[in-house]
């Protein structure tokens, strides 16, 4: 009975995380005093805003279609080759631009994102006001691409489209540029 009084209360609480996004201390933006905006900076590296999902589109650069689009697209990636990708847009206000990258990276490491085991996830990280893009992936990507691959990927594929301000489309072709990337390689892996 305690084993099973104990897998409820997991669950329960598994389910409303899952439900509604703990963010509490994420404000939409809004312009901020210096020293409300360093305040406010310092409490969201603290304290991580919960990811819900592939996507964790915080800056509002996808509408819900768009969104769902590309969750179905990271799920069905990982069912297949259990490689975690996630997408999360921020705000300038979210992080300053110098510690843009060491957040993203702060983002893979906190959040988990890869299996433990296999050390393979990535975060692309987008930041309109900034004008900043970073692809963060643990080592365990390493055999399927390497920085030039992605630096390519975020030339190529990418930022055409964002300097058309269609980041979906960027993102779109982003992912499945990193998608098919990978796809080449996994047998050979694995």
Not at 12 to 34: E, G, K
């Amino acid at each position: 009975m305690k084993i099973f009084f104990t897998f409820f209360i997991c669950l329960s609480l598994f389910c409303f995380n899952a439900i509604s996004q703990n963010v509490p201390n994420y404000i939409p933006y809004r312009t901020m005093t210096p020293n409300e905006l360093q305040a406010y900076r310092q409490s969201i590296w603290d304290t991580l805003p919960a990811a819900v999902g592939w996507v964790n589109d915080f800056e509002g650069l996808y509408d819900r279609t768009e969104e769902d689009s590309l969750e179905r697209i990271l799920e069905h990636f990982e069912k297949k080759t259990t490689i975690e990708i996630e997408v999360v847009t921020v705000d300038s206000n979210m992080v300053a631009r110098e510690k843009f990258d060491e957040f993203t990276y702060r983002l893979l490491k906190i959040w988990g994102i890869g299996k433990v085991d296999k050390s393979n996830g990535i975060v692309i990280c987008i930041c309109k006001d900034y004008k900043k893009l970073f692809i963060c992936a643990d080592f365990g990507i390493d055999n399927y691409m390497d920085e030039y691959d992605k630096l390519k990927i975020i030339h190529r594929d990418i930022i055409p489209s964002f300097q058309r301000n269609d980041y979906f489309k960027g993102t779109l072709n982003g992912l499945n540029a990193i998608i098919d990337k990978i796809n080449k390689k996994w047998y050979r892996y694995n």
